[in-house]
């Protein structure tokens, strides 16, 4: 069994949570911050079986094996 490290973004919106993981694109939501993240948890878990089946897997592979990755905040005009 591979064991991936992904990144979770997660901010609040009016009626719970929203959880994002920048590198698959999958994202999820819970009424708490840790019900956000699990069940993103769940939503990448179930893209990854789908990716693997589809022989598409070592294609993401790299970007989830990364062992240095960076959040940054930063704002834009329009």
């Known amino acids: ?5 992904y990144t979770a973004v997660v901010w609040k919106e009016t009626e719970g949570y929203v959880s994002k993981c920048p590198e698959l694109g999958v994202a999820s939501c819970g009424d ?7 069940n993103l948890r769940e939503a990448v878990e179930l893209y990854l079986e789908n990716a693997k089946e589809l022989n598409i897997l070592d294609d993401i592979a790299e970007s ?5 990755k960076y959040t940054a905040h930063f ?3 329009i």
């Open 64 to 68: 989830l094996r990364a062992k240095e």
């Open 75 to 77: 704002e834009a005009a």
């Open 32 to 38: 708490s911050f840790e019900d956000s993240v699990f």
């Open 1 to 5: 069994m591979d064991i991936f490290g």
